[in-house]
């Protein structure tokens, strides 16, 4: 087992315990790799979680009010969108600005997202294999939950803050499809990306068993 590197403050700015685990598996990579004789210096490992993005995986790209984007189009990112959602604004109402595609499983994907949504807005995606908003529009009904069906993506974006003013609480746009930057453009463009820092510290290795069977699994399959 490769021999833990002195990690004394490490900021991480992606949102989400997963991100955490990802970080993990970074860190416990650098090390192996120092084992084979790469020259990694600490200061660009810290510097490099740090400054780490990932545009649409639980993007914090407006405060005022607060936006999420999200292009997770699968329950296992359904579920993940929820946990986080319901994690950080566990007080808020939140209305939902979403679009899929037709071929995804979007059934147990909307079943997921349906324990964070107060309210609905659904676009349609520009893609051939999209699912009309009209016809997400009819399933998420059954929910009991508003739901507002618009012909683009501005349109939804404007929905989801009339919405928002409406509930007059921090709301929350997830887009679950895979043209992101049409949600982040259609407010105007003028919107911030944002993500809180957060400190790991250096009991990141709170999940040894699991990064101690990934330096096996690595040094297996990938470095041999």
Same mark, same amino acid.
């Given at each position: 087992?490769?021999?833990?590197?002195?990690?004394?403050?490490?900021?991480?700015? *992606?949102?989400?315990?997963?991100?955490?685990?990802?970080?993990?598996?970074?860190?416990?990579?650098? &090390?192996? *790799?120092?084992?084979?004789?790469?020259?990694? &210096?600490?200061?660009? %490992?810290?510097?490099?979680?740090?400054?780490?993005?990932?545009?649409?995986?639980?993007?914090?790209?407006?405060?005022?009010?607060?936006?999420?984007?999200?292009?997770?189009?699968?329950?296992?990112?359904?579920? #993940?969108?929820?946990?986080?959602? =319901?994690?950080?604004?566990?007080?808020?109402?939140?209305?939902?600005? %979403?679009? @899929? =595609?037709?071929?995804?499983?979007?059934?147990?994907?909307?079943?997921? *997202?349906?324990?964070?949504?107060?309210?609905?807005?659904?676009?349609?995606?520009?893609?051939?294999?999209?699912?009309?908003?009209?016809? =997400?529009?009819? *399933?998420?009904?059954?929910?009991?939950?508003?739901?507002? @069906?618009?012909?683009? #993506?501005?349109?939804?974006? &404007?929905?989801?803050?009339?919405?928002?003013?409406? #509930?007059?609480?921090?709301?929350?746009?997830?887009? %679950?499809? &895979?043209?992101?930057?049409?949600?982040?453009?259609?407010?105007?463009?003028?919107?911030? #990306?944002?993500?809180?820092?957060?400190?790991?510290?250096?009991?990141h290795r709170v999940d040894a068993t699991v990064v101690n069977a990934l330096e096996e699994?690595?040094?297996?399959?990938?470095?041999?």
């Amino acid at each position: 087992m490769a021999e833990s590197a002195d990690y004394v403050l490490l900021v991480l700015a *992606l949102l989400g315990d997963h991100q955490l685990r990802n970080a993990a598996v970074v860190l416990e990579t650098v &090390e192996v *790799l120092r084992k084979r004789g790469w020259r990694l &210096e600490q200061e660009d %490992v810290e510097h490099g979680l740090y400054a780490t993005v990932w545009p649409a995986r639980f993007e914090l790209i407006s405060t005022e009010p607060p936006f999420v984007v999200d292009g997770g189009h699968n329950p296992q990112c359904a579920r #993940i969108v929820t946990d986080n959602l =319901l994690r950080y604004f566990p007080d808020s109402r939140r209305v939902l600005l %979403v679009g @899929v =595609l037709a071929d995804k499983d979007y059934p147990a994907l909307f079943e997921i *997202l349906n324990e964070a949504a107060d309210a609905w807005v659904c676009v349609t995606p520009e893609s051939d294999r999209a699912l009309p908003a009209a016809e =997400l529009g009819k *399933l998420l009904e059954k929910t009991g939950k508003p739901v507002t @069906v618009c012909a683009s #993506i501005p349109e939804g974006v &404007e929905a989801a803050r009339e919405a928002m003013e409406e #509930i007059e609480k921090k709301t929350f746009g997830t887009p %679950v499809f &895979e043209h992101e930057a049409n949600a982040r453009t259609a407010g105007g463009g003028d919107w911030d #990306i944002m993500a809180e820092a957060r400190v790991l510290g250096g009991d990141h290795r709170v999940d040894a068993t699991v990064v101690n069977a990934l330096e096996e699994k690595l040094m297996e399959e990938l470095f041999m």
